[in-house]
């Protein structure tokens, strides 16, 4: 029994450092995933500050394209309403012309139109 008992204690004692060698290990666990949090954390601060100043830009960005888009629409509107404008006044004026020359009875549209035409 005595030799079963030395057994016993000798197990007994593997055990306890094969337990203090887990302890010690999972101390090293323990403080690398600290480590690891700390890093993270302070990575995770640095992209939330570097979104903030991202956000900033992104406005600034949308402003000069609002303000650049609203130029070119004005001045195509501008052109366009040139163009219109003219068109309107070479109608109104060739309906006076027209009515002018009807009551002379010397009316041809045609010769008209074809004067009013840029020569190629």
Known sequence: MKGNALGLEERVARIEGILEQMDKRFD????????????????LNHLEAELRGLGNRIWWVMGVQ????ATIILAILIKCSQKIALTLISIRGFQSHASALEKEKRFQPGRFLASKLPQR
């Open 28 to 43: 090293q666990v323990d403080k690398r995933i600290s480590e690891f949090r700390e890093d993270f954390n302070a990575r």
């Open 66 to 69: 609002i303000s650049m888009w």
